[in-house]
């Protein structure tokens, strides 16, 4: 088994959040301070070649032009979280440079639901509180709709909670 990772982008707003803006951690941050002081760090995307099949782990909706040339991935988990509030430009260019660069024959959508939601309870999609930062749900599910229409041999799956994924059979 093999992993690669390259650094990548995290989907960002302009104008919304120094956190999501100004990803670099460059020294400890002593509280109190706001919530926007904290910082995110780097994003990153990680490809695992395994005997039985290779799988591409996209956490957010952000790329880097180029980056995952020459990869392929039978699955990709493709973060699509605040990929709604982004232009239709935007979105052609996250898929080109992510999911259609890879050829894969699934995509599994990750890091769209409700981040505040406890893990025991029911699904619950987008928040209020994270509309603040990302919203546009009903734009990402249109246009994830939309390639699935163009792309027919390419399955779309949601993970199941709390089961067993087998990536290969």
């Known amino acids: 088994m093999a992993c690669w990772f390259t650094r990548s982008r995290r989907w ?12 670099e951690i460059d020294s400890p ?14 994003a990153y995307v990680l490809h695992v070649s395994h005997p039985r099949g290779t ?13 995952l040339r020459g990869l392929t991935a039978d699955t990709v988990f493709l973060g699509i979280g605040g990929l709604g509030s982004q232009t239709d430009a935007y979105r052609e260019s996250f898929w080109r440079e992510t999911a259609a660069m890879v050829a894969p024959r699934r995509i599994i959508p990750i890091h769209f639901d409700s981040l ?5 309870g029911p699904f619950r999609g987008p928040v209020k509180a994270l509309a603040f930062l990302s919203s546009g749900g009903e734009k990402t599910l249109s246009f994830l709709r939309r390639k699935e229409m163009e ?10 909670r ?8």
Do not use: C, K, M
């Open 29 to 42: 941050l002593v509280p109190p301070v706001g919530a926007f002081d904290y910082r995110l760090g780097r």
């Open 162 to 169: 709390f089961d067993e994924v087998v990536l290969f059979e």
């Open 12 to 23: 960002t707003h302009a104008g919304r959040s120094r956190a999501l803006d100004d990803p």
């Open 55 to 67: 799988w591409l782990i996209v956490g957010s909706a952000g790329f880097v032009e180029g980056a």
């Open 116 to 120: 505040t939601a406890p893990v025991t």
């Open 151 to 160: 792309n027919p041999g390419l399955l779309f799956q949601t993970l199941p």
